[in-house]
């Protein structure tokens, strides 16, 4: 008996288990573990991954599977064992664990359709829905779903004359390409030539090409450079002299471009104290993990180039992981650039068809190096040399929706299978990360210096309250002004830094106070001057402006607060002669608009760059000489543990574009709370300092690095089932939980309701708990009617947003 366990594609507590499928005969050395089959699951068809192929099973009369939907193993080995590993650290369910591995390409939808069972049974169908089956024997469940005959195909159902399958629908297509190439050898092809008909010109013409080079070429060039017909070249393949095959292409999204190649740099003394222990680590296959600590600009990303040539030597592979905002071409030219074609790069700016392209690359070997956001953590490399994470800091490397992973924790797992370093790389660590480099459970390596030996740039924090009193009302300080007015005239760079994080344009009445908010979620609306609407950013409601206080019917309620498309207004009302190019979610939605705007900045098309979040990384550009931060302070307010430590970092990244090269910067940092140690540490760009405070206060609160945490939010359209439900929660878990864990609420999250539904949460801080993970399931078993029934509860092992 050939038996393979499978985990089926059913999201409930009950499947989330292995079944035993028989494995038919013809298949028996077809199927094997990590690959995906079809199987027959209650009247369904479904999908699902092979993750044991066996010779026995205690199971009697074992369905058969019922077709293979891969040819090889979409998942190996390692990953399958790191699903399980996902699903135990995230308590997510095994299918979601392997699906989130997998290129969206894969995610095959179903279609779900109403089958009539045999044709004789048409006679005996209500006459009403006899017309669904005229021409064929499936219709799809949307053509019936809103039909009002639906009942008559329930009945019908019932009684067996139809039922409901489910179909996988048809998988991406592999691009594929025609190639021409000679089937015979070149004293053949000499011989027929002759013997080609006088007038036969155009088909002597290719057979002469084949003979002088005499190999497979794609047809269209082939048309092209000879200017034949394809016609021509058929009768050629008719005559059987040339043959013609489909070869699959990938569709580089980098095809059209060449990177100049570069060379390693001769490291400096800092890069190479660095370099050394991690090159041991690759040589002596030593699983360990390296903080690379290095200020903006000290020349990491050549320590993680000459790090990834020594992988390569060994013939490893090496995963790199950058920032999604930060995957700019800039960072992806200077891979390309040292591995060439070697490099794959993964990131949300391509298609799915590009993604699964760069993925199979990687899959069969063909990329040694793969450059991507979060999700490239699961390259499918079967001989990992080295994970690198670049700007570890980074909160994106968390996913915020199921499985809820850590970028950062699953390159550790997957390191110590393979027994590889791990290098985290960043100007401002996380706490927990510096912590542990500090505590010695990673190794600290430090580049003090930057590269040009340029000092940090000097940076200036300006009190707008004081602003304010001078009778100044514009968003630029007196002395940003002066320093833009000057870099005008020096035609050197500015960048404009827009904190949009936090808060936005929202209306406000100047009178009594009233803030426009969203009628569903407890969120105020945002302005938008493109369309003069205000927006809900959860929920996506929209109304318009109101022209009067629905409170106190005040006239004077208007916008408060600045976005980009404000500052860039007033730039030009203030400096009519500066080009301004604006980068924000507006001006770059479009495909390589991001890309572009850079580009033509760089080039020197505009004096200065004004944006959000996205300006914050990864520029480098020499003639930026001023930075200005035009609100620093908008993230410090959030109800969030980690406020001070984002704005921290923020403005210390944003400080560090200025000056790289040659010229010196500067930077105005511009605050209303000039006093709050994280904006004035950033302005001494003193990470160590700034570390230590920011750790007293952790402890005292009992935060992370000191406490693991983890958040439940339970949601619902009922407040009291809300309420009642996390109270409930809170309560059962408190039980069970030693006295050194601390169970915080039920309380409103700071965000009390989003589209209808109320919010409420509970906080556990704890240090070691044997309990916990068994006691969170509990808690989602006990629910599991409920959870089908609207409830929502959700369970963030390790949260990075609060809210
Ligand atoms: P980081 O990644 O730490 O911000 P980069 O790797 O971008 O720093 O380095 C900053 C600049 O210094 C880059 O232009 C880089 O090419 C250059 N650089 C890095 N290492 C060296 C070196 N050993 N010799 C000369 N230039 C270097
Ligand atoms: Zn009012
Ligand atoms: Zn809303």
């Given at each position: 008996m050939n038996v393979a366990s499978v985990i089926v594609d059913v999201i409930t507590k009950q499947t989330d288990k292995t079944f035993d499928y028989l494995i038919p005969d013809k298949w028996l050395n077809t199927i094997q573990p990590g690959m995906r089959v079809i199987v027959p699951f209650g009247p369904r068809r479904i999908q699902g991954f092979v993750t044991e192929v066996k010779k026995?099973?205690?199971?009697?009369a074992l369905k058969e599977?019922?077709?293979?939907?891969?040819?090889?193993?979409?998942?190996t080995d390692e990953l399958l064992q790191l699903g399980n590993w996902l699903a135990e650290n995230t308590l997510c369910f095994k299918i979601s664990a392997f699906q989130v591995m997998?290129?969206?390409?894969?995610?095959a939808k179903y279609g779900k359709k109403i089958k009539?069972?045999?044709?004789?049974?048409i006679e005996i169908l209500?006459?009403?829905?006899?017309p669904f089956f005229e021409k064929s024997e499936t219709v799809s469940w949307e053509d019936i779903a809103?039909?009002?005959?639906i009942t008559l195909f329930q009945k019908e159902a019932a009684r067996g004359t139809v039922e409901v399958i489910y179909e996988v629908k048809e998988r991406l297509k592999k691009k594929k390409v025609k190639y021409i190439s000679p089937a015979h050898s070149i004293e053949i092809l000499i011989e027929q030539l002759k013997l080609l008909?006088?007038?036969?010109l155009k088909q002597k013409i290719v057979l002469a090409y084949f003979i002088d080079h005499f190999e497979p070429v794609e047809l269209q060039k082939l048309l092209a450079r000879l200017?034949?017909?394809q016609a021509t070249v058929k009768s050629l393949i008719k005559k059987g002299l040339l043959t013609e095959k489909y070869v699959e292409v990938y569709r580089d999204p980098y095809k059209d471009r060449t990177f100049a190649k570069t060379v390693p740099l001769p490291l400096t003394v800092e890069q190479l104290n660095a370099v050394k222990p991690i090159h041991q680590s690759i040589e002596q296959e030593i699983n360990r993990v390296f903080l690379l600590f290095g200020?903006?600009?000290?020349?990491k990303t050549e320590v993680y180039l000459q790090s990834i040539q020594k992988v390569l030597a060994k013939g490893k592979e090496a995963i790199v992981l950058v920032p999604e905002i930060s995957l700019t071409p800039q960072m992806v030219k200077r891979f390309k650039g040292r591995f060439g074609d070697e490099v794959a790069v993964l990131h949300s700016g391509l298609s799915a068809g590009e993604k699964y392209d760069e993925w199979r690359k990687i899959q069969r070997g063909e990329a040694k190096v793969v450059v991507g956001a979060?999700?490239?953590?699961?390259?499918?490399?079967?001989?990992?040399?080295i994970i690198i994470i670049d700007?570890?800091?980074?909160?994106?490397?968390?996913?915020?929706?199921?499985?809820?992973?850590?970028a950062r924790d699953v390159a550790i797992e997957r390191a110590k299978f393979h027994n590889c370093p791990v290098v985290l790389g960043s100007a401002t660590p996380s706490l927990e990360t510096f912590a542990r480099a500090k505590k010695g459970v990673y190794q600290l390596l430090t580049l003090a210096k930057r590269m040009n030996n340029q000092a940090l740039p000097a940076v200036e924090i300006i009190d707008m309250r004081e602003e304010l009193r001078a009778g100044n009302r514009s968003m630029f300080s007196r002395l940003l002004f002066e320093k833009l007015t000057d870099r005008l005239e020096k035609k050197e760079q500015t960048v404009l830094f827009l904190?949009?994080?936090?808060?936005?344009?929202f209306v406000i009445c100047r009178d009594c106070g009233y803030v426009l908010n969203c009628p569903h979620c407890d969120i105020s609306l945002t302005y938008h001057r493109f369309n003069q609407q205000m927006k809900c950013h959860y929920c996506g409601f929209e109304t318009s402006v109101p022209?009067?206080?629905?409170?106190?019917?005040?006239?004077?309620?208007r916008y408060f607060g600045t976005g980009t498309q404000k500052v860039e207004e007033e730039l030009g009302k203030l400096l009519p002669e500066a080009r301004v190019i604006r980068m924000d979610v507006d001006t770059t939605s479009r495909k390589g608009a991001h890309e572009r705007l850079l580009d033509n900045f760089q080039r020197g098309k505009g004096d200065i760059l004004l944006g959000t979040q996205?300006?914050?990384?990864g520029l480098d550009f020499p003639n930026i000489t001023l930075v200005g931060v035009l609100?620093?302070?908008?993230?410090?307010?959030?109800?969030?543990?980690r406020s001070s430590e984002k704005t921290f970092q923020l403005l210390t990244q944003v400080s560090g574009?200025?000056?790289?090269?040659?010229l010196p910067g500067e930077v105005i940092i511009q605050t209303y709370?000039?006093?709050h140690y994280s904006i004035k540490l950033a302005g001494n760009q003193d990470f160590n300092r700034f570390y230590e405070q920011e750790m007293v206060v952790r402890k005292i609160h009992k935060y992370p690095p000191f406490y693991f945490i983890v958040m439940l939010t339970v949601s619902h359209e009922q407040l009291m089932k809300v309420i009642s439900v996390t109270g409930k929660i809170a309560e059962f878990i408190r039980a069970r939980l030693s006295n050194n864990a601390i169970v915080l609420g039920p309380v409103a999250s700071?965000?009390?309701?989003?589209n209808n539904r109320y919010r409420y949460q509970c906080l556990i801080k704890y240090k070691?708990?044997?309990n916990l993970s068994q006691t969170l399931k509990a808690v989602l078993d006990h629910y599991q009617h409920d959870i089908a029934n609207g409830l929502t509860i959700s369970v963030d092992m390790n949260p990075y947003i609060m809210m």
């Open positions: 026995h099973s205690d199971i009697h599977i019922i077709e293979p939907m891969d040819l090889v193993p979409v998942l997998l290129p969206a390409a894969f995610k009539l069972l045999s044709r004789e049974n209500p006459k009403e829905i006899r809103k039909n009002e005959h008909q006088k007038n036969a200017d034949v017909s200020v903006t600009g000290s020349g979060r999700s490239a953590i699961f390259a499918p490399f079967k001989n990992i040399g700007e570890e800091h980074e909160t994106s490397y968390k996913q915020e929706e199921n499985p809820r992973y850590h904190n949009k994080r936090g808060h936005s344009s022209t009067k206080c629905p409170e106190c019917s005040s006239k004077h309620i996205m300006i914050a990384k609100s620093a302070d908008t993230m410090l307010h959030l109800p969030d543990f574009r200025a000056g790289r090269h040659k709370t000039p006093e700071p965000i009390q309701r989003i070691q708990e044997q």
